[in-house]
Nanobody, 129 residues
Framework: VQLQASGGGLVRPGGSLRLSCTTS????????IGWFRQAPGREREWVSCLSSSDGSTYYEDSVKGRFTISRDNARNTVYLQMNSLKPEDTAVYYC???????????????????????WGQGTQVTVSS
């Protein structure tokens, strides 16, 4: 089972990219999807998640209002639309899928853990002038 992440590239600050995540192995609509990123020398961190149970979406604070996660069931694809990109968004971005809901809740605020079953290979996003 493999997820394919694509859409990364080099973009100037303030620009936009749309990442895609797809697989031929199962229907993504039945899975919770997460986007994560890892910058050089840093741990992998969550960016956004889309719940399989009720379609709720969650975003890490630094990307709220700039990134949007969405699902196209007809194309079996999940997207991460990234607008107003900043140099600190530079990282390898990974998509992940899980049949459950690998979330953590603290003080009523949801975040995504890394306890996802299936992972993609990553796509590089570089934000630089």
């Amino acid at each position: 089972v493999q997820l394919q992440a694509s859409g990364g590239g080099l973009v100037r600050p303030g620009g936009s990219l749309r990442l895609s995540c797809t697989t031929s192995s199962f229907r993504l609509g039945y899975y919770t999807i997460g986007w994560f990123r890892q910058a050089p020398g840093r741990e992998r961190e969550w960016v956004s998640c889309l719940s399989s149970s009720d379609g709720s979406t969650y975003y890490e604070d630094s990307v709220k209002g700039r990134f949007t996660i969405s699902r196209d069931n007809a194309r079996n694809t999940v997207y991460l639309q990234m607008n107003s990109l900043k140099p600190e968004d530079t990282a390898v971005y990974y998509c992940a899928a899980d049949p459950g809901t690998p979330f953590a809740v603290y003080d009523g605020v949801y975040s995504c853990t890394t306890d996802f079953t299936f992972w993609g290979q990553g796509t590089q996003v570089t934000v630089s002038s």
